[in-house]
Each structure stands twice: as structure tokens, then as C-alpha cells.
């Protein structure tokens, strides 16, 4: 059968369950795509062989009834696999290799699935761009020199060349759907608390969520059901009644309410995107789904919020990384110069940059003013949603205020780069769900995507309005090949 | 320095000056596993033996939090007569050291798990109430090894994570005294509950110090040091009265005192400063993301207050009411639970006609002198006390004189030994028969006619002679009872 790496998860499993295809066809072709595809540089670390090797296994004694029978997958390199190298993008962890498992990637791999290689990601998923890794830029599919979105940039960048038929990234302020919408690919942030943060190398630990990233939502769907679980091992996971997601997967959401919120028509942005999110409007409309003008009054405190808690937790989650127990070590005087010299060598510029604000955010003296306002404003943003859910069902919104930039545009303007995620943040913030869709194309005929968000646990219903919109849209992603000769 | 009326004071020229003491008390939770891992926490384990994937911080590992740790905090709490704080919260204390795996340790700042309570001491001049300020749940650190290389530094991560409960007490001791019967008194409440076995030498109980000093009958504080992690009650009361007079000197020099963090040399006998405030480090506290708020039901609390053993006050309180015992004895036996154990079970075994007062003098005579001669504690004790109930009971019916008792207990002692058998097999028992002692004392009147003489012509001391002789002829075992009716009727 040709044209393998084409085919969306679900085909695939329809066909290895049919026996259509082989787990080793099917693997090999995944495979093959991405050794041709090294341009991109979409992997940190292949598991080639070893995939190749647990692909005829799988043939030998094909178990139909797992939700991913057989089905290679490569996933962000910020999950840790067990004996495979595990480097957050960081050159502090790039010897390091886990003696365990995440539980997301653990679930994966208990319903069949295949592990192919760790993804590249902005170094500790810091970045909008993928270009903080310590392991190079990752090209996107759509363009040459252009981004992928980040921080799961090798993700999305994966997905959408078709390396991995779908994959999991995680999304601290809107690194699985901003990079979904940079490379015209789905990517959904699900509820905080649905997927354990057991074994995933913690950037900010209140906002940090694993979730799918898929070529349709479909695809997006089965793999959200088969990541999220209820896990001891994660403190803040929550025991709730998880769906069937892509059993109960409906076209059907007539008489649906869905909010626009006002505040998102932020300045300066492209007619473009306007223009994108009036079509969305329609769309919704067609689906036989009713939207309403909503306001959520504290958005625009979303974004420096959010620079204070996720640089805050950082600092504190990335002093374990200090050249004593495992990763890098800058060999120095004493303790304090070995310290410096380690965390100054290791981390690149951007991680630096977080820690810094984190610390001084946390310091005494300004705690007051930075920290515990903005746990205070995260609470006003939280409160914004809720009212909203009150006549809402879910919300409409584009999934960034432009389309993917080339390479270096930004990496001189960190401001520019953070303003990215303006219409990620907010949801991270307040624990929701949301999900990016490819909704059309800008002027250049790069992607544009629209954003879905959802009362918190009800992944269920975006996914649906999601699907319903996906029909209409009838997106096609330009996949040109261009790094392969 | 006087002690006039108890009172701990330092005398300079025409001042006198009164120490303030608060202490900060770091007890070791009496658990199988870690605060927030399954890992074991036993004492003298192989170095990083006892190490799991989260207390050594690897990426992406989180902390859970052990329950039976939390109810070893409340139990401890209802111990204290403190306030259970329904809703306590983790937080992060910030910084870097290479025995602190995660850089940070994971402690209760601003929302304690408990609040205030008090403590009762038992002093020569009567009752001290101390406030206790909090009590909180913290991980413990790794310990840096420095003299095993010349070079390196090694590191045990054994005790990272292992729960401790540190104790706040507010600023209401005034004397090393003080602060001994504090210790003493908070340990053996936690030994009751078993929240924590008190045990110093293994580090299961240390405490920092906050000492200042101000001019008697002022109210207002003077400014503190703190002196961290003494590890004995002796070297805290060392501790306190080389730094109480260091901040009296420096006073009544017209200098001032800086609040600062000083260190106890155990073999100067001196604190010398360890860091001042403005080198204090920023801990950057902030509530754990990794960590829900820890909430706790009333139902909760109730069942643990309903596990609460009987507490030192309130055995001492039963044991002078029910036993009639002095308050002194009573706080002897009370201090430590397994010396109320072995006493409350001899008095059972004791059965009806018991003699309470004899027991507790045997307990704390001839029992502790051999537990302490032997470095043995008293759950170890080599008779057991159904044997020792035994022997008390054979004084008490005058079996055998206390003085044959003396030697029978320390037959006893190599395997414990039935006193009943041993007065049997050695023929031990009492002499109490009149006729008989009636001839053996005229024996000796006669043979001691001149003595006899004397004693009557006033020589009134003689009386002991005799008495001696009898007991002597008698190989010990002549009632002195009677040989005391016997002899005054006779000479």
C-alpha cells in the first residue's frame, strides 16, 4: 500500500486491524520517511532499530484488541522513556537516560503503540519558535527556514511532515496548540489534571499538561483516550469519569452556545487572523450552533501573569539540575563554582533568562507585588471563564494573533516571541481545556488555526464542535516536501 | 548568677539580667517511609540504600504525600493540647546544597498543619506552662560526608525526604533548666503517641535555639541569636549560658547585639557566628505546585484524638490519685512510658495485698541502679516485672527481711529467676519464730553478759550491737522486727 505515512491514525489502525497492513510495513514506512527527513531535525534521539525489532514482535503476536495495535510513535523529548535518552532539549540532560517511564507514554505504549524516537522541543519546553534547543532549530514542513511553533516544535513539525503519524507534546502556556497552528496540524491541551505529569521533566508544574497532537481530530481524539488516566503517582491528577473520546466522537452540535470573547480582538493584530476567526463564526453557524458575544474583562493580565508563575515554578523546578546527582557537570573550585559553572554551561540563554525573572519574582520583597498578585489575577482569569460558562458551552478564539515567522525574526525579542501565546495562556491559567484546529491560510499560505476552549473536563464537547468544524473547514495542509531531494 | 527563689538570673554590677529562650525542635516522624516516598527510612542503613527515584530528584518525579506521616503530625498536635489546622498547605523553601536533591525543601510555611498549643513542665518550684507557636511537616536533608576523601565530598541521601516535625515554642523559657524539662517533657509525650522516638544520638530529635537577654522586669525582648542544631540537652544548656552571657557582656559594654546565626563549638564550649542577617539566606518560600493543600476532616481528627494513648500528665494525675503517690514519684514513673508500663504492670501482678510505695522504691532503688550500671533501659530490664511484683509481694508478707531481698534481686538478675524458688533453694526465708529467736537472743545476751551490763547502765548505742549479732547469727534471715521487740523485752 502506498503512501503510508499519509494515511491518519485511525486508517492505520482500521488497516493493521484488518490486516491490510503490518505493524513492520507500517513502522518501516514511518521510518524510512524520517531518515530521509533528517533535514528537518524533528529528532533528538532515534530508536530505529529497537522499533523495527518490537514492530515484527507485534506481527509475530498481534494483539487487535489495544487501541494502537502496533503503531509506531515518536514522542517530545520532554517525556522520560525508560533506557532511551531523555534531554528536555537541554545540553544539562543530554547524557541523561531514565530508568523509567513516563505514565503518559507508558499508556501508550500498554495499548501496542511503538516508540520511535524523542522529539526536539525548546530547551525544558521554553519557547515559542523552537529555537532555544540545545539540539538545533527544527525546520518546518510548510516552509523552509521557517518555525515550527514551539515548544513542541519537533512534534508538530513530525506530525505535519508526516514522520509519526500522530504524537504527544505538552502545553505549559500553549506548546502543543500554537505549533498545531504554525504547521496546520490539531493539537489539543486537555484539562489540567487528566494526564498525569508523572515522568514528564517539569517546566511550570501548576500549568505543564501532556496532550495529542494529530493530523485530524479524529486521530486526536483516540489519542487523548488513551493518554489521560486517573495517577497516584501525580498528586494534582484528578479521579474523574474519563470518556470514550473517540467512540462518543459526533458532528452533531446543533443548538450549541458558543461565547466570543470580545477581548481577544487585540491590537495590532492581522486582518488576517480577523478574518479567520469571522469565518470560524460562520462555520459554527453552519454546524447549526448558536455563538454569543461574551466578555472576559481580565485577558489582557493573562500574558504577564503567566510570565511571573511559569518563570516562578521554573526557577524552583530547575534547581535540581546543579551537576550533582545526574546530566551535566562543569567540573569548578568548590561547590558554588561548580554550581555556577554547570547551571552557566548548561542551560542556554532563554532557560537562563526564566530562571532569573523566576527568582526575582519569588525573592522577599517582591513576592507580594509579583508572585501572590498574580496568583490572585489567576484567580480573576479563572473567574472570567466561569461566569462566561454560565451561558456559554465553549469558547471561540483564534489560537494565535499570526501565522508562523521565519527563523532569527524574534530571537532578539523576547517580548514579541511571548506576546505568541496570548491566546494560549489564559487556558493554562485557568486549567481548561482547548484545542487548536487548522482553520485556513494566511496571504503566504502558511496555516492559521482556530482555538476551542472547554469547561474544564469537557474535552469531550470541543472535540465534538471541533469535528463538526473540521468537516466544514475541509482544510488541506500544503505539504510540499521540500526538504527531501 | 544567682538562683535565688529558682530563678535563672546573670548578675553584672547593679544589673540583673533574665534569659528569653525559644526553641525550635526538629523530631524525626516515628514512620516506615518518607514524608512524600515509599522509600524505608530505618537507621544505620548502607549509604543511599534507602534512596528512591524522588528523593534523589530525578526529572519529572513528584511527591505524594504519606498518610500515616500526617496523622504521626496531628496525633503529635492533640499531644500538644495544640490546634489542628483543617487546611495546611506545602510550600517550597528555596536553595541550592548538594544534599538537597531537588534544590529546594519541601516544608510548611505560612499554613502550618498546627497551631497553637501548650505544654506543661514540672519544675522544683511548681507548674511552667509553654506556649507552643506551630507545629509543621518538612523533609529532611541528605547528609554531606567531608572527611571520608581529602578531595571529595560525599553525599548519603538516606535521610533526604524522611519526615520531620519541627516544633516551635514560643519565647516563654527562661533558664537551661527550663529548657532541659521542655525537651524532656516534649519527648516523652511523643514516645507515648509514638510519633517519634526522641532518640539524640541518632538525630531523631535536634533543636536550634533562639536565645536573647534583657534587664529583669522588662517586657520588652532583646534581640536573639539563634543557635542551630544542637543535638544533646547537655549542649544546649552549654549553649545557652555561653551565649546569654556573651549578650550580657556585650550589653554591659554599651555595645550591641547583631540577630544572627551562630554555631555551638561542643569542644570550646562557645557559640561563634555562622552567618548574620543580612547574609540570611532568601528561601523564597512559595506553596509546592507539586502539592494540593492538605485537607482534613473533622471526622479525621476525631477518630486520631480517639487513638490517643493515656499522656504523661494525665497518668501522673491517675498515678497520685488511684496509687497515692507524691507528685515527685509520680513524675519519675510518668516520664517515660515504658517505665509506666513496667510499674502499672507490677502493681497488677501485685494482686490484692499490694505495698505500692515499697514497689516504687524498689523501682526507682534498686531496679534503676542496676538498669544504669548496666546501660539498659528499662524495656530491657533482666526481671521481668511479674517476678519483681513477686519479690515485693515476699517483703511485703515478711517472707523475707528487705535486706535478703537485696541479695535474692541480684540472684534474679542472671535470668530472671523466680525469688520465690531462690528463697526456697537457698533457704532464705525469714526467721519468725519467737520461741526460737527468744533462745538464739539469749545465746547472745549471755555471751555478750559485759555489753548486756553496759546497755543497761545506759549505754543505749549498744542496742544496735545486738541487733547486729542476732542478724548475724541468724545468717540474715531473723525478722528484725522481732528481734527488736524481743532484745528491748529481754535486756
Known amino acids: ?485 | 548568677m544567682s538562683k535565688k527563689n529558682s530563678e535563672y538570673l546573670i548578675n553584672r554590677k547593679d544589673n540583673q539580667y533574665e534569659v528569653v529562650i525559644g526553641l525550635e525542635v526538629h523530631a524525626q516522624v516515628l514512620s516506615e517511609s518518607k514524608l512524600f516516598s515509599t522509600s524505608a527510612t530505618k537507621f544505620g542503613a548502607e549509604p543511599n540504600t534507602q534512596v528512591s527515584l524522588v528523593d534523589a530528584a530525578f526529572p519529572g518525579m513528584l511527591p505524594v504525600i504519606n498518610e500515616f506521616c500526617v496523622k504521626q503530625a496531628i496525633k503529635t498536635g492533640i499531644g500538644l493540647n495544640a490546634k489542628i489546622n483543617k487546611r495546611s498547605v506545602f510550600d517550597r523553601k528555596n536553595y541550592f546544597y548538594a544534599d538537597l536533591p531537588q534544590g529546594y525543601q519541601i516544608s510548611q510555611f505560612k499554613d502550618p498543619i498546627v497551631g497553637e498549643g501548650k505544654v506543661i513542665l514540672d519544675m522544683p518550684n511548681g507548674q511552667k506552662e509553654v506556649g507552643i507557636e506551630r507545629l509543621h511537616l518538612e523533609q529532611d536533608a541528605g547528609k554531606s560526608i567531608h572527611d571520608l576523601d581529602p578531595q571529595n565530598t560525599f553525599v548519603d541521601l538516606n535521610r533526604s525526604g524522611v519526615a520531620l516535625m519541627e516544633i516551635v515554642s514560643k519565647p516563654d523559657l527562661r533558664s537551661p533548666d527550663e529548657v532541659n524539662a521542655y525537651i524532656k517533657k516534649l519527648r516523652s509525650i511523643m514516645r507515648y503517641l509514638g510519633t517519634c522516638d526522641g532518640n539524640m544520638q541518632e538525630g531523631s530529635l535536634r533543636a536550634d535555639v533562639n536565645v536573647s537577654v534583657r534587664q529583669k522586669g522588662s517586657k520588652e525582648f532583646g534581640t536573639r541569636c539563634e543557635i542551630k542544631n544542637v543535638n544533646s540537652i547537655k549542649f544546649m544548656q552549654m549553649a545557652i549560658e555561653y551565649e546569654a552571657n556573651r549578650q550580657v557582656d556585650l550589653i554591659e559594654e554599651g555595645k550591641t547585639i547583631d540577630q544572627e546565626t551562630r554555631l555551638f563549638d561542643t569542644k570550646k564550649n562557645e557559640t561563634r557566628s555562622m552567618r548574620s542577617k543580612e547574609d540570611a539566606h532568601d528561601y523564597r518560600y512559595f506553596p509546592d505546585p507539586d502539592l494540593l493543600p492538605l485537607e482534613i476532616s473533622e471526622k479525621f481528627i476525631e477518630e486520631l484524638k480517639n487513638d490517643i494513648p493515656e499522656l504523661p500528665d494525665d497518668k501522673k494525675k491517675r498515678f497520685i490519685e488511684e496509687f497515692k503517690l507524691s507528685s515527685y514519684e509520680a513524675n519519675i514513673l510518668v516520664s517515660d512510658i515504658d517505665t509506666a508500663k513496667y510499674f502499672e504492670e507490677v502493681v497488677a501482678k501485685m494482686g490484692k495485698n499490694k505495698d505500692i510505695k515499697l514497689a516504687v522504691n524498689w523501682i526507682t532503688g534498686e531496679l534503676f541502679a542496676v538498669l544504669n550500671s548496666k546501660s539498659l533501659e528499662i524495656s530491657q530490664s533482666p526481671v521481668s516485672a511479674k517476678n519483681f511484683a513477686i519479690l515485693i509481694n515476699l517483703i511485703k508478707n515478711g517472707t523475707i527481711s528487705g535486706k535478703i531481698a537485696k541479695t535474692v534481686f541480684e540472684l534474679m538478675i542472671d535470668g530472671d529467676k523466680d525469688p520465690q524458688k531462690i528463697v526456697e533453694e537457698k533457704g532464705l526465708k525469714q526467721q519468725s519464730d519467737p520461741k526460737a529467736l527468744e533462745a538464739l537472743i539469749d545465746k547472745i545476751i549471755n555471751d555478750n553478759r559485759e555489753k548486756a551490763i553496759e546497755y543497761k547502765q545506759g549505754k543505749e548505742k549498744l542496742f544496735g550491737f545486738f541487733v547486729g549479732q542476732a542478724m548475724k547469727v541468724s545468717g540474715g534471715k531473723a525478722n528484725p522486727q522481732l528481734i527488736n521487740e524481743i532484745l528491748k523485752k529481754k535486756l
Open chain 1, 1 to 485: 500500500m502506498s503512501d503510508i505515512t499519509k494515511q491518519p491514525l485511525t486508517e492505520l489502525v482500521e488497516n493493521i486491524k484488518n490486516k491490510k497492513l503490518s505493524s513492520t510495513e507500517v513502522t518501516k514506512a514511518f521510518i524510512d520517511r524520517s531518515e530521509k527527513s533528517e533535514k528537518l531535525n524533528a529528532y533528538i534521539t532515534n530508536d530505529f532499530t529497537s522499533a523495527l525489532d518490537k514492530s515484527k514482535k507485534f506481527d509475530q503476536k498481534p494483539n487487535f484488541n489495544l487501541k494502537l495495535p502496533g503503531i509506531p510513535m515518536a514522542v517530545k523529548d520532554l517525556f522520560c522513556t525508560k533506557n532511551i535518552k531523555t534531554t528536555a532539549g537541554s545540553k544539562i540532560l543530554n547524557n541523561f537516560v531514565p530508568t523509567y517511564e513516563s505514565t503518559v507514554t507508558e499508556n501508550i505504549w500498554n495499548e501496542g503503540a511503538i516508540l520511535l524516537g524523542k522529539l526536539n522541543c525548546d530547551e525544558f519546553a521554553m519557547g515559542s519558535s523552537n529555537e532555544t534547543s540545545f539540539f538545533g532549530n527544527v525546520q518546518s514542513p510548510i516552509d523552509k527556514n521557517l518555525v515550527p511553533g514551539g515548544s513542541s516544535g519537533g512534534s508538530a513539525s513530525a506530525v505535519a511532515g508526516q514522520l509519526t503519524p500522530v504524537t504527544i507534546g505538552t502545553d505549559t502556556g500553549g506548546s502543543i496548540r500554537q505549533p498545531a497552528s504554525f504547521t496546520g496540524i490539531v493539537g489539543l491541551k486537555p484539562t489540567y489534571g487528566s494526564c498525569s505529569r508523572y515522568g514528564i521533566v517539569a517546566f511550570a508544574s501548576s500549568l505543564d499538561q501532556a496532550g495529542p497532537m494529530a493530523q485530524n481530530v479524529k486521530d486526536c481524539a483516540l489519542l487523548h483516550e488513551v493518554i489521560s488516566s486517573y495517577d497516584p503517582k501525580d498528586s494534582t491528577s484528578i479521579d474523574f469519569k474519563r470518556g470514550n473520546y473517540s467512540k462518543e466522537l459526533t458532528n452533531n452540535i446543533k443548538g450549541k452556545k458558543i461565547g466570543i470573547p470580545k477581548e481577544y480582538r487585540v491590537d495590532g493584530m492581522p486582518k488576517e487572523i480577523e478574518d479567520l476567526w469571522q469565518k470560524g463564526i460562520q462555520y459554527i453557524k453552519d454546524c447549526g450552533a448558536e455563538t454569543i458575544d461574551i466578555s472576559l474583562p481580565n485577558t489582557s493580565y493573562a500574558l504577564p501573569t503567566y510570565y511571573i508563575v511559569a518563570p516562578a515554578e521554573a526557577s524552583s523546578n530547575l534547581a535540581r539540575y546543579d551537576g550533582v546527582k545526574y546530566g551535566f557537570r562543569a567540573e569548578g573550585e568548590n561547590l558554588i563554582d561548580m554550581y555556577e559553572k554547570t547551571r552557566s554551561e548548561g542551560f542556554g540563554a532563554e532557560v537562563q533568562r526564566r530562571i532569573m525573572i523566576g527568582t526575582y519574582v519569588l525573592s522577599s520583597g517582591y513576592y507580594d507585588a509579583y508572585y501572590l498578585k498574580a496568583q490572585k489575577v489567576r484567580k480573576l482569569i479563572k473567574n472570567d471563564f466561569d461566569e462566561a460558562y454560565k451561558k456559554v458551552d465553549a469558547i471561540l478564539t483564534p489560537s494565535t494573533p499570526s501565522s508562523a515567522f521565519k527563523m532569527g525574526e524574534k530571537t532578539n525579542d523576547p517580548v514579541s516571541m511571548y506576546l505568541n501565546d496570548i491566546f494560549t495562556v489564559p487556558v493554562n491559567l485557568a486549567g481548561l481545556p482547548g484545542i487548536s484546529i487548522p482553520a485556513g491560510h494566511d496571504s503566504k499560505g502558511y496555516p492559521l488555526g482556530l482555538q476551542i476552549i472547554g469547561k474544564a473536563f469537557d474535552e469531550q464537547n470541543i472535540l465534538n464542535i471541533a469535528y463538526a468544524m473540521e468537516e466544514k473547514i475541509n482544510f488541506k495542509n500544503k505539504i510540499t516536501d521540500w526538504w527531501i531531494k
